[in-house]
């Protein structure tokens, strides 16, 4: 199966985006991590990390779309954490995940 279906993070608190090529169409699932990793953020941490986000990735049918939810969620919170300092830069980085 060739990867060919692309997600963005966008920038975001000062830390650059960044394009995942994936091998299926896992666009909803990432963006649902997201999501759900800013509504975490945005709301005094509600709950604990690791359990908001394996309730809501464990609803998901088929494994690369629950990995796709990981990695917008995890791509999420690091985007929190890590300044601008640790690589300097605001461009978008591209991955490629083989899942």
């Known amino acids: 199966m060739s990867k060919d279906v692309i997600t963005c ?11 995942i090529a994936w091998a299926a169409d896992c666009r909803e699932a990432f963006n649902q991590g997201v999501k759900l990793a800013q509504t975490w953020l945005d709301n005094a941490r509600n709950g604990w990390l690791w359990a908001v986000m394996i309730a809501e990735r464990d609803l998901l049918p088929c494994a690369i779309e629950r990995r796709a939810f990981e990695v917008g969620f995890l791509s999420r919170i690091h985007q929190r954490i890590c300044t601008p300092k640790c690589n300097g830069s605001q461009s978008v980085e591209a991955l490629s995940l083989n899942v």
């Open 9 to 19: 993070l966008p920038p975001h608190d000062g830390h650059p985006g960044v394009e």
